[in-house]
């Protein structure tokens, strides 16, 4: 069931109900791609109807933050729950290493692609690395050559937003690999970046942890309160 958050139309899915969806995408091989949609991704979609198009075009849409949460609430309409794409991703790369499927990573700066594939590879046996490349290169063709050659079952896209929902949206047709968009995902699986620890995750304080770690976030985050303006301004 689809719901629709100010514009966006989220499936309305726990933790392992998107696992299991997600998956069934994995095994069927036709592809497509899945955005988490945190609330930044939300108001983006507001301001850039072609991005909006791009998101809900994904073959599913995730609450990945406990904002889209509150505005859904707000609305009437709630979702059952969070579904972070840093839970969600290491469910469904253990998933696809017991099947020795093989998963290609696209984004962040160069090297730290590499050293995540190598870590992914210790913590899921079985997992195959069918490539990598950093986020930052202005030429495509060789990636585009070597997603086709080796045709991963996942391709994991950490080139932040709005970049990676658009690059899946314009590329879902060369590759039959399910994309996910995964923001810093690769840095924390690289070791360059911890997660936040799970009291501040169950409190739903994941994003203090990261302005914390990084205050250079603050002008992002401090935006984010506008969508419970918004959605108390719909809700009337
Ligand atoms: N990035 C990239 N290419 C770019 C801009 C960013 O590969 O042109 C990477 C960046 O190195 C980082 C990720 O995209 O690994 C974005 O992380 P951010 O923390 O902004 O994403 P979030 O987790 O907040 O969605």
């Not at 091989?29 to 949609?37: C, K, L, R």
């Not at 979609?45 to 991005?51: F, G, H, L, P």
């Not at 210790?122 to 990598?132: F, Y």
Request: hydrophobic share 45%; with cysteine; charged share 25%.
């Amino acid at each position: 069931m689809k719901i629709n958050i100010l514009g966006v139309a989220f499936d309305a899915l726990t933790l392992g109900e998107a696992e299991e969806r997600a998956d069934a995408l994995l095994c069927s091989g036709a592809g497509g791609y899945i955005v988490t949609a945190n609330p930044e991704i939300v108001l983006r979609c507001r301001e850039d109807a072609a991005y909006a198009a791009a998101v809900n075009g994904a073959e599913l849409v995730l609450a990945d933050g406990v904002g889209d949460l509150c505005a859904a609430r707000i609305l009437g309409t709630p979702l059952p729950g969070r579904v972070a794409g840093s839970d969600l991703v290491p469910r469904l790369l253990a998933r696809l290493a017991e099947r020795g499927g093989s998963v290609f990573l696209y984004g962040a700066r160069p090297g730290v692609a590499e050293r995540a594939g190598e870590s992914l590879q210790s913590t899921c046996p079985g997992l195959r690395i069918a490539g990598t490349e950093n986020g930052y290169i202005s030429d495509e063709t060789a990636l585009l050559e070597a997603l086709e050659r080796e045709k991963p079952d996942l391709l994991l896209l950490g080139l932040g937003a709005p970049r990676q929902e658009l690059w899946m949206a314009k590329n879902r047709q060369r590759t039959p690999a399910v994309m996910i968009g995964v923001g810093g995902l690769l840095d924390v699986f690289a070791g360059d970046i911890p997660r936040a620890p799970e009291t501040w995750q169950r409190l739903g304080l994941e994003w203090l942890y990261r302005l914390l770690r990084e205050p250079r976030r603050f002008k992002r985050v401090i935006r984010l309160p506008k969508i419970l303006f918004l959605a108390l301004r719909e809700r009337k």
